[in-house]
């Protein structure tokens, strides 16, 4: 008999209230100072850009992005630790960036700890480059923690 593996889909959308549960538990779970509820709620209530990573219909990741002034900001990028590792950040970054490019962004901008490995190595492989560093910028255990910011300039053909 033949066996078929089912492939589960996965698809990035819009999030919407109803997704603040799940996404506030992969925050919760994932950072050691994670943004509460309401800070994800204010997110969409000023009309940021953003998104989850549905897998099937389970929200295991999100992003958030600003947009302003012909900039972009990336304000929070994360997958539920046990989905890590599938490609699923770089999905929704790339995303992100398409996003970005619709709408006109000149150049995306982000903060991340300088001891993100992990993090560091997503943004280094879709092009980002560190441009300056953020002193004390992160709350950390026992005191503050560095920001490395890293940008990536946008290519849109003249017309
Ligand atoms: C950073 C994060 C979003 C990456 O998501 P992910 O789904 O695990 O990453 P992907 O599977 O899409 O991997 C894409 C790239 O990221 C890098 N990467 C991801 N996990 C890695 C690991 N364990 N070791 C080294 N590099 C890694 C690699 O460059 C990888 O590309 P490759 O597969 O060609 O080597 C995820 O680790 C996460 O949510 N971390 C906690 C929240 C966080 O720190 N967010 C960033 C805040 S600035």
Redesign the pocket.
């Known amino acids: 008999m033949i066996s078929r593996i089912q492939e589960i889909p996965v698809n990035v959308r819009n999030m919407t209230h109803g997704d603040l549960a799940s996404v506030s538990d992969i925050e919760r779970l ?2 050691d100072f994670p943004w509460s509820h309401g800070v994800f709620r204010d997110c969409l209530l000023a009309g940021y850009g953003c998104m989850v990573l549905e897998r099937g219909s389970a929200v295991v ?1 999100y992003g958030i992005l600003s947009i302003a002034a012909g900039e972009a900001h990336i304000l ?4 539920a630790s046990e ?9 929704i970054l790339d995303d992100i960036v398409e996003r970005a490019h619709y709408a006109g962004v000149g150049t995306i901008f ?4 300088p001891t ?4 560091l ?2 943004y ?2 879709k092009g980002f480059h560190k441009i300056a560093k953020r002193p004390a910028y992160y709350q950390a255990t026992g005191g503050r923690e560095d920001a490395d910011v890293l940008s990536l300039v946008l290519r849109h053909s003249e017309s």
């Open positions: 994932s950072y990741g929070n990028l994360c997958v989905f890590r590792g599938l490609g699923y950040g770089e999905r982000l903060e991340v700890r993100n490995a992990n993090a190595s997503l280094r492989k």
